[in-house]
């Protein structure tokens, strides 16, 4: 049964409105520039700048995606028309997805008769948590051991074959199913929007999350790493019941307002469609181990922005440097079109920002980091010889080879997880740091200390058995 659901806003009236809010900032690109900044005739020049019809991607008012993923909870109604849709989520309910076959007769033969592979995710909508989301999950997992960001629902579910959850990737499940069939996947998503915003003074509010799914065929060698489609959709994630609460507030604060004030937002939908999107990008996880479905292509590509790079080789760039928004600006864009961009430029194009972050990330520029430790590992031979010193036996002859550890949260969680990485160990082996004090003792080293620390700080690091579990106090001196 074929399943054709639209949204009352079609991709031509937001792309109307995102073609004239781009030029409009794209006035007063190349005015006081230097004269030996990228003249403004060859920013003309690029491709974006033509006034070709060519170079525009086809109208996808028409479009019919291959597949349609339909998650089975209503839409906010307090979100206005030119807004992306929320959808509030009740933690650890089960929610069904609908994997839809929305495909022409004829079309992607090659999957007729044979399995695909979806993998779904939920991760940071946010992008400053983007950025930092190696740690938020290693926090996560610290604060709730044992626990998952997202499960399925297996008994509940419908047409899925071999789920599989790594069990070093939280937030993500993935399973095979026949599109001819049909299939529906139950999810749970265990954590909640406010574990991930700063305590202050209460009232937290929750950040936004996405699911999700990027789905792939076999290749040649019977593996699923041919990407087919991506789609995804915001949430929202409450304390049980929280979401139906929160569902009505903001349809009782819709139905106080004028009906001219009403106009300006979007009707609630009892499903929210997830719209297509990029593939994820790959992020190097824990133990570095990449999820399937990219792990060839991530490997070889080069971190830096080459000259030589096509224009594809540019889309995948911005993809995997998390400026995926932008991709459809640099569209037509090489390597070298992207690199002659001055940074007055960059900003002018994707606002001060974002432009800053692409300009450093194209000139390959590393950001300084906020605090830096040096440590390292007492050997058995280095205490024989210090203890053998303090006793007045033999000089000291103590040699300490010490390794730099870079820290931009100040949290205690990420000491803890770059110690673990330093020295190729879980950070659940590590129980708790703690810091030498005077006469001996031990303080606990909290972010307030950390946040204390003089930058380039140096320290020997001491284990000491814990007492209670089968890891380890970490002492430093």
Request: aromatic fraction near 8%.
């Amino acid at each position: 049964m074929a399943w054709a659901l639209k949204l009352p806003l079609t991709d031509e009236v937001i792309e109307s409105g995102l073609v004239q809010d781009f030029d409009a900032s794209l006035s007063g690109i190349g005015q006081e520039l230097g004269a030996g900044a990228y003249s403004m005739s060859d920013v003309l020049a690029l491709p974006i700048f033509k006034q070709e019809e060519s170079n525009l991607p086809p109208d996808s008012e028409n479009k019919i995606l291959p597949f349609q993923y339909v998650l089975c909870a209503a839409t906010s109604p307090a979100i206005k028309l030119h807004d992306e849709t929320l959808t509030y989520l009740n933690q650890g309910q089960s929610y069904e997805i609908r994997m839809l076959d929305n495909r022409k007769m004829g079309e992607l033969p090659e999957i007729t008769g044979k399995m695909v592979k979806s993998i779904i995710r939920v991760v940071f909508h946010d992008r400053r948590l983007q950025y930092t989301e190696h740690q938020q999950l290693e926090g996560w997992r610290w604060n709730r051991p044992g626990d998952r960001i997202l499960d399925l629902d297996i008994p509940m579910s419908v047409g899925m074959v071999d789920p599989r959850a790594n069990p070093t990737q939280l937030n993500t499940v993935e399973f095979l199913w026949d599109p001819s069939k049909r299939t529906s996947v139950f999810i749970q998503v265990h954590c909640i929007s406010t574990e991930f915003t700063m305590r202050k003074h209460g009232g937290e509010k929750g950040v936004p999350f996405r699911i999700q799914i990027d789905t792939f065929k076999e290749n040649d060698g019977g593996e699923y790493t041919e990407h087919l489609h991506s789609a995804s959709c915001q949430v929202k994630v409450f304390k049980p019941k929280g979401a139906d609460r929160k569902q009505k507030t903001d349809r009782e604060k819709m139905e106080k307002r004028a009906p001219q004030e009403k106009e300006k937002y979007q009707p609630s939908y009892e499903t929210t469609i997830l719209t297509e999107c990029s593939p994820w990008p790959e992020v190097t996880y824990v133990n570095n181990s990449p999820s399937p479905g990219f792990n060839s292509s991530h490997n070889s590509f080069p971190v830096n922005l080459l000259p030589t790079a096509t224009p594809q080789d540019a889309q995948q760039w911005l993809h995997r440097n998390r400026f995926s928004p932008f991709c459809r600006l640099f569209t037509n864009f090489s390597g070298a079109d992207l690199l002659k961009l001055t940074r007055e430029d960059v900003i002018q194009i994707c606002g001060p920002a974002d432009g800053i972050r692409l300009f450093n990330a194209l000139k390959g520029r590393v950001v300084r980091p906020r605090l830096t430790v040096y440590v390292c590992q007492e050997s058995q031979q280095a205490r024989e010889q210090q203890q053998k010193h303090e006793n007045g036996d033999t000089a000291s002859n103590t040699f300490f080879v010490y390794h730099a550890i870079y820290l931009e949260d100040l949290t205690a969680v990420e000491l803890t997880e770059k110690i673990a990485q330093l020295f190729n160990i879980s950070p659940r082996q590590i129980s708790q740091i703690f810091k030498q004090g005077p006469t001996g003792i031990h303080v606990l080293v909290s972010d307030e200390m950390i946040q204390n620390f003089q930058d380039e700080v140096c320290f020997v690091l001491d284990t000491m058995k814990a007492e209670t579990n089968d890891g380890y106090h970490i002492i430093l001196k």
